[in-house]
């Protein structure tokens, strides 16, 4: 399974961005898709995810803040970020997880200005 991320950039705080990530056509047999990020000299954390029947699941830093999506069709997962902080600056990776598996994107950076 490859997962492409895409729609990280540069913005000034408070304002939005959407990431978008797609999963090759091997991807049926991922369950659950979701969002992590790593942020300068700091360890991976969740941030959103989302399973196929639709149940989703928030890191507390950004519930209000941000919504996860997914196109089960399109076998692709949306992360809507709004109203961000320059504590959100990170690397957001995409992660798919199969039961067994993780399978992780190359990465996109977020950068956020104050």
């Known amino acids: 399974v490859q997962l492409v991320e895409s729609g990280g950039g540069l913005v000034q705080a408070g304002g939005s961005l959407r990431l978008s990530c797609v999963a090759s056509?091997?991807?049926?047999?991922?369950?659950?898709m979701g969002w992590y990020r790593q942020g300068p000299g700091k360890q991976r954390e969740l941030v959103a995810s989302?399973?196929?029947?639709?149940?989703?699941n928030y890191a507390d830093s950004v519930k209000g803040r941000f919504t996860i999506s997914r196109v089960n069709a399109k076998n692709t997962v949306y992360l809507q970020m709004n109203s961000l902080k320059p504590e959100d600056t990170a690397v957001y990776y995409c992660?798919?997880?199969?039961?067994?598996?993780?399978?992780w994107g190359q990465g996109t950076q977020v950068t956020v200005s104050s």
């Open positions: 992660n798919g997880f199969s039961g067994y598996t993780n399978y």
């Open positions: 056509r091997s991807a049926f047999i991922i369950n659950t």
């Open positions: 989302m399973t196929r029947g639709g149940n989703t």
